[in-house]
């Protein structure tokens, strides 16, 4: 089993800044992917930013070069530096960890919120 717990979000003005992190526990192996969704009130569920099985990175085209995605594979955290904030990213966002047998799993979610 793997626990994820997200921590960092909160309301900030637009073009501010949020980091967020994500600390987990349990059967964790470091190259496996693990990062970061959002989910918008009405909207599906969407990546943001994630390290990939290969240790590349992935990003969604709306946040490239505002977000910036990393880990400290000691304290097996992710982190999520977000930059440049715009309304369009308030969301709930979400830690993602997929392990080797490709099951998912998701933390509780950390709300952000950008006002205008």
């Known amino acids: 089993q793997v626990q994820l717990v997200e921590s960092g979000g909160g309301l900030v003005q637009a073009g501010g800044s949020l980091r967020l992190s994500c600390a987990a526990s349990?059967?964790?192996?470091?190259?496996?992917?693990m990062g970061w969704y959002r989910q918008a009130p009405g909207k599906q569920r969407e990546l943001v930013a994630t390290f990939t099985r290969s240790g590349s990175t992935n990003y969604a085209d709306s946040v490239k070069g505002r977000f910036t995605i990393s880990r400290d594979n000691a304290k097996n955290t992710v982190y999520l530096q977000m930059n440049s904030l715009k309304p369009e990213d308030s969301a709930v966002y979400y830690c993602?960890?997929?392990?080797?047998?490709?099951?998912?799993?998701w933390g509780q979610g950390t709300q952000v919120t950008v006002s205008s």
């Open positions: 993602h960890y997929q392990d080797l047998r490709f099951e998912n799993y």
């Open positions: 349990g059967s964790i192996f470091v190259f496996n992917a």
